[in-house]
């Protein structure tokens, strides 16, 4: 299976990959369970693999596990919001309890929530950059199950929003993409990063005109930037899934005729 390099690193020439093929200069492909833990100040005593982040800026993407009877707060830095995902087992957030599929939004000035598990749990735990644009100003606690599944434009695509914010543009989803159903060529104006919750999926990466295809299972991580050409006729999942997606920032989302050729002189 064609791996990407850890995804700290920017990759910036291609590299040669199984059977020749270019492999993307982007992290993609990665299973969170290869990555090496990592330490948390602001969440001491759990394990945490990092997906992503920047060390200038403090933005970082991670997944983390909480121990059995673990209690901290939500952590977290000043002049930053965050956002938690629980994946399995249980936490209770300021005296909320969310089970698997429950979601917060914390703004920027919201820091030091209770936070614990009594039987342990695996979160996503986000924390963005201050963006002095952003409208939402309280937390958003909620239990995804809850929503409905809205119809895409594609056939066997729903997604469920967790928050919008419309100063910002600033989107965090689900998409459920059923067994069998195939992503057209697409393309987003900013970064995108998803996280596989569950089932069995192939995607394709278009690569200096080739589409580079692999499998994700429960844990694959993606962290796309803006513009890049993906999907196509070999993007398709192998069984029903649940993918969390998140842009920073307000983004038009266009579809490509295929997957084009790097412009001419590269």
Wanted: one cysteine or more; proline letters at 10%; a negative charge.
């Amino acid at each position: 299976m064609t791996r990407c390099l850890p995804p700290l690193l920017v990759l910036l020439l291609l590299a040669a990959g199984a059977g020749g093929q270019p492999k993307p200069p982007v992290p993609a492909f990665i299973q969170a369970d290869e990555l090496e833990d990592v330490f948390l100040a602001s969440l001491p005593g759990v394990r945490a693999k990092q997906l992503a982040g920047d060390p200038a800026t403090r933005r970082t993407s991670n997944r983390i596990d909480l121990p059995r009877g673990w209690q901290g707060t939500s952590g977290g830095a000043p002049g930053r919001s965050m956002e938690i995902f629980v994946i399995a087992g249980s936490v209770t957030l300021a005296d909320v309890e969310l089970g698997p599929g429950g979601y917060a939004y914390l703004p920027a000035g919201s820091l030091g929530f209770n936070l614990q598990s009594i039987d342990g749990a695996r979160i996503l735990f986000f924390v963005n950059d201050a963006d002095p644009e952003a409208v939402i100003r309280s937390p958003i606690i909620l239990n995804s199950d809850l929503l409905p599944w809205e119809p895409t434009a594609t056939r066997g695509i729903a997604t469920r929003e967790l928050r919008n914010d419309p100063g910002t543009g600033a989107t965090t989803w689900l998409m459920r993409i059923d067994a069998a159903a195939s992503m057209p060529w697409q393309s987003s104006s900013v970064l995108r990063e998803g996280y596989l919750i569950s089932g069995t999926y192939q995607h394709a990466e278009c690569v200096a005109g080739e589409p580079v295809a692999d499998i994700y299972l429960p844990g694959g991580y993606f962290y796309r930037p803006a513009d890049t050409v993906n999907g196509g006729p070999l993007s398709r999942a192998e069984t029903d899934s649940v993918w969390l997606l998140r842009e920073t920032s307000g983004a038009e989302h266009s579809f490509a005729d295929g997957c084009p050729p790097p412009p001419q002189g590269d």
